[in-house]
């Protein structure tokens, strides 16, 4: 169901500038770089939705979390310059921007980073929201103890700080309106932080003091290629999800919680697109469907066709319509992990994944892993064991078959910023190991149990952070 | 305990009533005080003080105990006709012939507000709100659409007509008044601007009134199904392409504008001496997909302009991928038919995207400026 509440958006930015931002993601780019111009992508998306929304930054570095003030602006030129001037720690002490304890310049950060501090950076941020929303803080105090603002006689009672206050009898009336346009306006935006997470190796980030309010927060998890004994990717990816659906259900907003190789820019541009999701009119992340590959989707038929063909029968409504044979691709769960998943056409597994209908009867022994999208079972093992089910589904959307079509088209559309190795056609699912959701969060179970504690609104996004995760199944 | 102070809020004609309520919560018995933004208002000075009034306060401790908040309400609106009574003594006192008649035909119009203020230029303004009747039946499922859409029950409010007759030396009351349409919240943000009847010198509002309603009338009925449209084309979009990442039926550019009628022209976009009106914004409604091409990320917005449905929906491909003025390219010839129902817009528009896209996305390959990752 399309919801169509809509308000506009502060969202602030929680970039990462770990050393290992520095560590070059693909040709030429560093995995800063590449989570600028994810950045820089959403933001000039987010702003041909709505013009009010605004932007800030935060920096995070060794184990605290410091905000841009400058930054916060619905600017969009004036923000990507802000952007723009970002550098991993290391570079960053040197040309003094940003203060840093440094170490070495291609280690990580030896301290766990605290998100404790990612909740004190955006305190202003949190503040000035809710100043907005009640002129006064004695305003607001009053609020909490004396009730509601109560609507009587065609307008509204509500507590005042002063007895009294300096009547607004003589203000022309164009100000007056102006102000109250600019004050509703103001009222009306939400905040939500993105955290763009970049450290792969231990300590694992943490939570050094109890927070009593949460933190409407989504997460990408930008990271090393996993690999035992290497990195602990596994293990930080495992803290943040507990982290951020701890804080985020504390603030009664369901996060999405993603993650990709840094040399996988095709997936990291993607998943920075689903973050776009509006907060008032998403989905839980468990329900999004992968997004729908407009060159495997077969044409529609029109619905004026369909009236020609059978004459007489009424002329299908939009909740009639047949869905086309894409739909089946998406409409079922995503049963590919993405580490599985090259970005190349020339992939069978990740033709398969994109492709054809999934095949569910994986769901129950994973192998590919699950990634952060959300749901089991690996349909690029299926596809790697048997080759010839990518084959048919291809030829069920009437497309040439993937071989076939990477040597048409390989060239022109093969990423050449992939990793050396990953555009080998057949790149096998358990070649890597993916990244495991954690089967049970202790926070998040604690957070949903004070979530039912609290209230039916939070418990029931509570349960639906741990339902997301309960269907991740496992490797 | 300290006494507790209220602020009680509401427009009014042009202006913005602020008062303040004033009562002692360890004394409920005691009738609250009430603090005017007018200095000229003082209902409990005047000669003529309403009997009603005085009771309502004297009785104040045996209503109010079993429902504060009723006894509150009715005072204020006591207050409020009595301010009503105040403004209307206040423009009498004029003696202006024009005037004196409209006062005498409020009743008739239903109007409740009236007030005299003072302009920006130094002359003074006689106010006068007035309720249109409209019917509402051809707009209910855009009401719907939008109560879903700010989820909650939305107070009913009416059509207001807003007339300021400038009064003063040098400043004839028979010259045409300055005319507003104040749309509800349903409307003020989904219907086009409507253009108000002009103003003949002879006529009276009495008279206008009617006129006004059934313009309105038919106003209703030829734009709210293409507002709903929109509503519907959101829906069927999502069922081609996924749900939406993001739904704006606001649009992001407000124009502020007002239906005014002066003595010649019908509409005039000024900016409105009333002030306090609300206005509408005839923006687009917009709404973003993602897509993949063959893997590679891609948005698709789609924006529908104030004109829509007459005119096509505005298709943009954005590539995640690439920056710079070759990320972005607007689909044109778009086929498109204003006859067509949601449902078939939405194939339609599904095809015409899968069909362009390769070309869009093979131009943008070739493109030389921006970066691409």
């Known amino acids: 169901m399309v919801r169509f509440a809509h308000s506009p958006e502060t969202i602030v930015f929680a970039i990462d500038l770990d050393a290992e931002m520095s560590t070059e993601a693909t040709r030429g780019y560093c995995r800063l770089d590449v989570v600028k111009h994810a950045v820089t992508t959403f933001v000039l998306a987010k702003k041909r939705m709505c013009a009010r929304h605004k932007f800030a930054l935060v920096t995070l570095v060794q184990d605290e979390a410091v905000l841009l003030p400058y930054t916060l602006t ?402 | 305990m300290e006494a507790r102070c209220l602020v009680y809020k509401r427009q009014y004609a042009n202006r913005s009533l602020q008062w303040h309520v004033v009562h002692d919560p360890c004394n409920p018995q005691q009738a609250p005080d009430v603090v005017f933004d007018d200095v000229t208002f003082n209902p409990l000075l005047d000669p003529l003080i309403s009997t009603e009034l005085v009771q309502m306060l004297s009785s104040w401790g045996s209503t109010s105990s079993s429902n504060p908040t009723s006894s509150l309400t009715a005072m204020l609106e006591l207050l409020l006709s009595l301010y009503m009574q105040h403004q209307k003594e206040k423009i009498a006192a004029l003696q202006d012939d024009r005037l004196l008649f409209e006062l005498a035909m409020l009743e008739d119009l239903g109007c409740s507000e009236v007030l005299l203020s003072a302009a920006a230029d130094g002359s003074q303004q006689a106010c006068f709100s007035i309720p249109v009747e409209a019917d509402l039946a051809p707009a209910q499922r855009l009401i719907d659409c939008l109560q879903q859409q700010q989820q909650q029950q939305q107070e009913r409010q009416p059509f207001m007509l807003h007339v300021a007759f400038r009064v003063g030396r040098g400043v004839s009351s028979h010259a045409a008044p300055e005319l507003q349409l104040q749309y509800p919240h349903f409307a003020e943000q989904q219907l086009p601007p409507l253009s108000l009847p002009s103003w003949d010198p002879q006529t009276s509002l009495v008279e206008y009134v009617p006129h006004l309603a059934e313009r309105l009338n038919k106003h209703l009925q030829d734009s709210c199904p293409a507002a709903v449209l929109r509503f519907d084309l959101v829906k069927a979009l999502a069922g081609v392409f996924g749900h939406p990442l993001e739904v704006n039926m606001q649009g992001s550019s407000a124009v502020k504008g007002s239906a005014a009628a002066g003595s010649s022209s019908s509409f005039a976009g000024t900016s409105s001496s009333m002030g306090r009106a609300k206005t509408f914004s005839s923006s687009s409604s917009s709404a973003v997909f993602q897509l993949q091409f063959d893997q590679q990320p891609l948005l698709l917005f789609v924006e529908m302009p104030p004109s829509f449905p007459a005119e096509a929906p505005l298709l943009l491909l954005q590539s995640m991928r690439r920056m710079g003025p070759d990320s972005c390219a607007a689909l044109s010839n778009i086929p498109w038919s204003p006859r067509w129902d949601a449902a078939e817009m939405a194939a339609r528009l599904f095809n015409f995207v899968k069909q362009q896209a390769p070309g869009i996305l093979k131009d943008m390959e070739g493109g030389s400026s921006g970066a691409a990752l």
Request: net charge negative; aromatic share 4%; proline share 7%.
């Open chain 1, 74 to 475: 619905s600017n969009t030129d004036e923000f990507l310059e802000y952007l723009a001037q970002l550098q991993p720690a290391a570079a960053a002490a040197e040309q003094q921007f940003i203060t840093s304890d440094g170490g070495g310049s291609s280690s990580s950060s030896s301290k766990a980073f605290d998100f404790g501090s990612l909740i004190s950076a955006v305190e202003p941020l949190l503040q000035q929201q809710q100043q907005q929303c009640w002129p006064q803080p004695q305003q607001q105090q009053q609020q909490q103890h004396h009730g509601e603002m109560l609507h009587v006689a065609g307008g509204t009672l509500t507590p005042a700080p002063a007895l009294l206050s300096a009547p607004a009898a003589t203000t022309s009336s164009s100000s007056s309106s102006r102000i109250q346009q600019q004050q509703q306006q103001q009222q009306q935006h939400s905040l939500r932080v993105i955290l763009l997470y970049a450290r792969s190796q231990l300590p694992a980030p943490e939570l050094r003091s109890q927070q009593q309010r949460g933190l409407a927060m989504d997460c990408l998890y930008v990271h090393s290629k996993p690999q035992a004994g290497v990195n602990a990717a596994q293990e930080v990816y495992g803290a943040l999800e507990e982290l951020v659906d701890g804080l985020g259900v504390r603030a009664g907003h369901a996060p999405f919680i993603y993650e990709a190789t840094a040399g996988r820019i095709m997936k990291l541009l993607s998943c920075m697109a689903l973050l776009l999701a509006h907060p008032q009119q998403r989905q839980p992340q468990a329900d999004t469907q992968p997004p729908l590959d407009i060159s495997a989707a077969p044409v529609m038929q029109l619905p004026s066709d369909l009236a020609n063909l059978a004459s007489g029968l009424p002329i299908m409504t939009a909740s009639r319509l047949p869905a086309p044979a894409a739909a089946s691709a998406w409409a079922k769960p995503l049963v590919v992990s993405d580490d599985t998943v090259t970005d190349t056409v020339s992939d069978a597994a990740a033709v398969s994944a994109w492709g054809s209908p999934a095949t569910a009867a994986a769901g129950g022994g994973s192998t590919g892993g699950a990634g952060a999208w959300g749901d089991a079972a690996a349909a690029a093992a299926a596809a790697a064991a048997g080759g010839g089910s990518s084959k048919d589904a291809a030829a069920a959307w009437g497309r040439p078959a993937p071989s076939a079509a990477a040597a048409a088209a390989g060239s022109a559309w093969s990423d050449p910023w992939d990793e050396a190795g990953a555009n080998t056609p057949g790149f096998a699912a358990g070649s890597l190991p993916a990244l495991q959701p954690t089967q049970s969060s202790p926070a998040a179970a604690a957070a949903a149990a004070a979530g039912a504690a609290a209230g039916s609104s939070n418990g029931t996004k509570a349960a639906t952070v741990t339902a997301r995760r309960a269907s991740k199944g496992s490797l």
